[in-house]
């Protein structure tokens, strides 16, 4: 799909190195990871969720699921709640539904990142297919993406921080 040859351009054109990889189909982020024998911390999912009538791009790592009242803090109060895929998928028509690439920016759709994903050097996220992936420093795709940073989630079974 152009996805994959858009953000090629758009990163070469920034002098931006990265890696793509091959894997066999997976639907769920924390299957891609474990296709792409990576931890799911490493693993940036795209999750999106609407903000009123805002649809909003959060990014977060595999094994975290999202956290409404935390993410409705982060955009300011705002009534949130999960797109469904049919809502979404026409904003990214070179992609394959649900595996859009971290750059919302890029679809003219604001970009939100969990924290936890600071505490990795290279991210790996999906490349508009359901059998591709690329990699890039964490410190590029803040550039990029220019992300708000905020706490959006949650690790399911660890007990919920403080808000």
């Known amino acids: 799909m152009a996805c994959r040859e858009n953000l090629e351009t758009h990163l070469r054109h920034r002098g931006i190195a990265y890696d793509i990889q091959q894997h066999e189909v997976a639907f769920t982020a ?29 990014v977060l790592p595999a094994h975290f699921r999202v956290d409404l009242e935390a993410t409705a803090a982060a955009l300011g109060g705002r009534d949130v709640r999960l797109a469904d895929e049919s809502e979404f998928a026409p904003f990214f028509p070179d992609c394959e539904p649900g595996a859009m690439p971290p750059f919302g920016n890029l679809y003219g759709i604001p970009v939100y990142a969990e924290r936890a994903l600071a505490h990795n050097e290279q991210i ?22 220019r992300p708000t940073l905020a706490r959006l989630g949650f690790v399911p079974g660890k007990v919920a921080q403080a808000s």
């Open 124 to 145: 790996v996220f999906q490349l508009g297919t359901h059998t591709e992936t690329m990699s890039v420093p964490y410190r590029e795709f803040i550039r990029l993406a």
């Open 30 to 58: 924390q299957k891609v990871a474990a296709s792409e024998h990576v931890s799911g911390r490493m693993l940036a999912k795209a999750v999106m969720v609407f903000a009123g009538d805002d649809l909003i791009m959060l």
